[in-house]
């Protein structure tokens, strides 16, 4: 025969054990629709683990400047490359009041200008190509 202590402690318990695997089931969603959402504003992809790779065992050059994606920024471009910033504003003819700048991605640029994002990312590889191949002048 069970005690009435025993009753409340086993309901208890499955309560506890109910709530657990609901939370945890809600987690679950959770991180599957945010990982869907990372994935679908290209935050992780192949090209920027393979970048990443790259940039981490070997200097940058002209040859590798088709790497150059809308999803960087002027900023990490001109570290990633040694390009100095100002000479992709002289080059791009990027307006010094433009908001965020070098912090901002290419993408989010081109947006801004109301411009294709490739057109951009074409503009900035060749001009890092063109810095690079001249021997930074």
Request: glycine share 6%.
């Amino acid at each position: 025969m069970i005690k009435s202590g025993d009753k409340h402690s086993i309901w208890y318990g499955s309560i506890s054990i109910a709530v657990l695997v609901i939370v945890l089931v809600v987690l679950f969603i959770f991180l599957v629709r945010q990982y869907r959402i990372i994935l679908r504003r290209e935050a992780i992809s192949s090209q920027r683990i393979h970048f990443g790779d790259i940039l981490h065992h070997r200097s940058l050059d002209a040859s590798d400047a088709d790497l150059i994606s809308s999803w960087m920024t002027f900023g990490y471009i001109g570290v990633s490359f040694k390009v100095p910033v100002s000479y992709l504003t002289d080059k791009l003819d990027i307006a010094s009041t433009t908001q965020g700048y070098p912090n901002i991605t290419i993408g989010r640029y081109a947006k801004q200008n109301a411009t294709s994002s490739d057109t951009i990312v074409t503009e900035v590889r060749n001009a890092v190509k063109d810095y690079l191949s001249s021997g930074g002048k």
